[in-house]
C-alpha cells in the first residue's frame, strides 16, 4: 500500500520546489512554444496573499505543488488556483487531487467563496483533472482575456449549511446557489 503524500504550505524556495516550479515551465513550453509562459516564480509566490502547497512523499521529497493567490485579478472573496504541477514519476498516485482537496478546504475556512483558474486548452489533463472536482468552464478573466489558449474555469465553495436560516427547518437551502 502507497503512503499517501503528507501536504503543507510551505515557502516557495524550500527544498525540491523551486524543481518543480522549472519543471512546471518546461512542460508548459512543450506545449505552447511561441505562447509567453505567464507561471509565476518563486519570487512571485512570496508575494503577500499566496500560499504554496507542496506534496511531500514519506521520504520527504517534493512531489507536487500548487498555489493559491487571494484577490488580485479576481475579487476579495475569490481565489486563484495557480502553480499546479505533479512530478511525471508521482502522477497517478492521486497528488493533484489532494493538492486540490486540501486548497479548497483551507480556501473555504479563509472566506473564499470560489476558486478560478486557468489552464491551457492542451492539458487535456489537467482539464479533466478539474472537472472531475466540479470546476466549470467560464469566462476568460484578467490578465487571460487575450489568451486563446487559456481555458477558464471556476468552483464554489459554498456548501450546505449545517444551521437553520430561520425558524422554519424548509428555509434551508437544497443546493449551492439557492
Not at 502522477?91 to 473564499?112: F, K, M, V, W
Not at 484578467?142 to 464554489?156: D, F, H, I, Q
Request: hydrophobic share 40%; glycine share 12%.
Amino acid at each position: 500500500m502507497t503512503t499517501p503524500p503528507s501536504i503543507s504550505v510551505e515557502p516557495p524556495r524550500a527544498p525540491g520546489i523551486e524543481r518543480l516550479l522549472d519543471a512546471g515551465i518546461a512542460d508548459a513550453r512543450s506545449l505552447y512554444p511561441t505562447d509567453p509562459v505567464g507561471l509565476l516564480d518563486a519570487s512571485q509566490l512570496e508575494a503577500p496573499g499566496t500560499l504554496v502547497y507542496v506534496a511531500r512523499g514519506h521520504d520527504g521529497e517534493a512531489l507536487g505543488v500548487a498555489a493559491i493567490v487571494d484577490g488580485g485579478d479576481v475579487d476579495d472573496d475569490r481565489g486563484e488556483l495557480r502553480r499546479m504541477y505533479v512530478d511525471p514519476v508521482a502522477r497517478g498516485r492521486g497528488i493533484a487531487s489532494a493538492l486540490i482537496e486540501r486548497i479548497e478546504t483551507d480556501a473555504a475556512a479563509r472566506g473564499l467563496r470560489e476558486i478560478v483558474l486557468e489552464a491551457g486548452r492542451l492539458h487535456h489533463p489537467a482539464l479533466a483533472l478539474y472537472a472531475k472536482h466540479g470546476y466549470r468552464r467560464v469566462e476568460r478573466f484578467g490578465r487571460y482575456l487575450n489568451e486563446p489558449t487559456s481555458v477558464c474555469m471556476a468552483k464554489s465553495l459554498v456548501g450546505f449549511t449545517g444551521g437553520a436560516i430561520g425558524e422554519d427547518p424548509f428555509d434551508l437551502p437544497l443546493a449551492v446557489g439557492e
